[in-house]
């Protein structure tokens, strides 16, 4: 079973950067698509970006594309996000999720979830 530990959130401000760490523990990790999704106060969790286990696919959410980029590194079972150009719109409880097989944005594709990281945009 994976276990998804996120890090690198913060306060930030508007144009500003962060990068986003996903560390995974498990031995089938690189098995694994790993997706980002977001949750604002009163809003749904929506998808981010997801990669697929070799890191040769990707995918994003038209809000991020230009500005996020994900990537992965199976030696170190860990994923990143690197966000650029931030905005007070992408403030939110970023979670990275786990799934096996193809690329999904739906999250109840995803199996495995962590507990989220806050990242918060002034303006």
């Known amino acids: 079973q994976e276990q998804l530990v996120e890090s690198g959130g913060g306060l930030v401000q508007a144009g500003g950067s962060l990068r986003l760490s996903c560390a995974a523990s498990?031995?089938?990790?690189?098995?694994?698509?790993i997706g980002w999704f977001r949750q604002a106060p009163g809003k749904e969790r929506e998808f981010v970006a997801a990669?697929?286990?070799?890191?040769?696919?990707?995918n994003y959410a038209d809000s991020v594309k230009g500005r996020f980029t994900i990537s992965r590194d199976n030696a170190k079972n860990t994923v990143y996000l690197q966000m650029n150009s931030l905005k007070p719109v992408d403030t939110a409880v970023y979670c990275c999720?786990?799934?096996?097989?193809?690329?999904?944005?739906?999250?109840?594709?995803?199996?495995?979830w962590g507990q989220g990281t806050q990242v918060t945009v002034s303006s």
């Open positions: 498990g031995r089938t990790f690189s098995r694994y698509v």
């Open positions: 999720a786990a799934r096996p097989f193809y690329l999904a944005q739906s999250e109840f594709e995803y199996n495995y």
């Open positions: 990669i697929s286990w070799s890191g040769d696919s990707t």
